[in-house]
């Protein structure tokens, strides 16, 4: 027997709860007041780390999101190539009609006609006639399936050549708590219940979980507080979730014949973030950047998510071009003057994850530059308007290297998609 033929009772109770409970709830009228923002997927991220800040912005992007779910991913996309007069496609693929049915209503909210909607499984995409799509998100979907490894391999098969993938998966250490829970109600909710009846359970068993219970002492997950029953059911109930460590992750992006081009954010993968003691330091020069990312991980012990952007093996390193004096420079929703204005006396900004606080020291310059970073000056611009409010040229070449050393990792300084080739 063919090993798909074989009934996966897990994958069969997965695609009943995102029918029950859409992922994650979210009410269309809602789009209306705001746009929801995030990583993987964010265009600015997808323009810097996928492709270098190299691939014309008047190129048509062809995206494909796999595992749509509601929608937050697919509408971001849409939204911002939308709103930045970029031309192609989105395509929504997920397997639940329920999703589909909440992301279309939103969509229609925002009268997007750039995002398209297509209802079946990803695993099917080698057989589906759809694509080749430029760049791929798929955003918490990979640990959920039978073989995470079949999921990636079916993604690459529609990735044209030179696109990219945005992936998100669980990561253990800052889920601590949340597979004991899912033992638990394992035995007291068994997943041959009805869904509604599993969540009054778990609802119950949240009351009663003593203070002792890993996941009441775990701030980073609040999905079962805020969520909804949707967030209660995706984090408790699921019926297949696993975590990747950053090897465990860095193995799967291997035997996919991909390789990671960024992990987000970067400053908190690179354990020089946390470790300033010399004779660490000395160790962790040596280690490569696997390693680094994986040290960092288990310094930190408060990462419960992977966000990864991936390209080919073989594609080569693609740097953006920094010293590039026509590069545009752009602040990832952030607003430079008001940036600039809020900078400490020390020059040290200080960037918090998942309540840690992550110091990033700026050089004396810094704030001559921020001030000027609007999406549109290019760096020549910026360093002529420097030079000319009074700092000497040399110092504002040196300050320019130390300030994009500094922001590129904290992926909140990147560079705009040229306009032209
Ligand atoms: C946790 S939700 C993530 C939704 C969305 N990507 C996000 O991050 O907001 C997982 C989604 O993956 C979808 N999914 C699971 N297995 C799938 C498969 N084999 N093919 C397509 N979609 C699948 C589910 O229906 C669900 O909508």
Known sequence: MHPRMTPDLPDAALAAQYEAYPYPARDPREEA????????????????????????????????????????????????????????????????????????????????????????????????????????????????????????????????????????????????????????????????????????????????????????????IDDHLKGGDAGLYDLLLNPRDVAFTVPQLAALVAGAGLRIAALMEPLRYDPDSYLTDPRLRAVTTGLDTVQRAALAEAICGNMGIHIAYLVRASAPPLAAPWTDDAAVPVLRELDGPSLAKNLRADGVLSVTFDGLSVPVALPRLAGAFLSRVDGTRNWGEIMHGVIAAGAAPDHAARDRVTLVAAMEKTNRLLLAAPLTP
């Open 33 to 220: 007041k705001r746009l929801i923002i995030g990583s993987p997927s964010h265009l600015r991220e997808v323009d810097h780390w996928v492709f270098g800040a190299r691939r014309p912005a008047s190129q048509p992007l062809r995206a494909l999101m796999a595992g749509g779910g509601s929608g937050d991913g697919s509408l971001m996309l849409a939204q911002q190539m939308t709103s930045l007069g970029r031309p192609g496609r989105v395509t929504w693929l997920d397997r639940s009609t329920a999703a589909k049915r909440v992301a279309m209503a939103r969509a229609a909210v925002r009268g997007l006609d750039n995002l398209g909607f297509e209802e079946g499984s990803l695993l099917e995409l080698p057989r589906s006639g759809l694509g080749p799509f430029d760049y791929i998100d798929c955003c918490g979907v990979l640990h959920h399936l039978p073989d995470p490894a079949e999921g990636l391999a079916a993604l690459v098969s529609v990735l044209a050549p030179g696109g990219g993938i945005g992936i998100m998966v669980y990561a253990p250490h800052g889920r601590t708590g949340v597979y004991m829970l899912q033992d638990a109600l394992r035995l007291l909710a068994p997943t041959d219940l009805p869904p509604p009846s599993r969540i009054e359970i778990a609802k119950r068993l949240w009351k009663q979980a003593p203070d002792t219970a890993w996941l009441r002492r775990n701030p980073w």
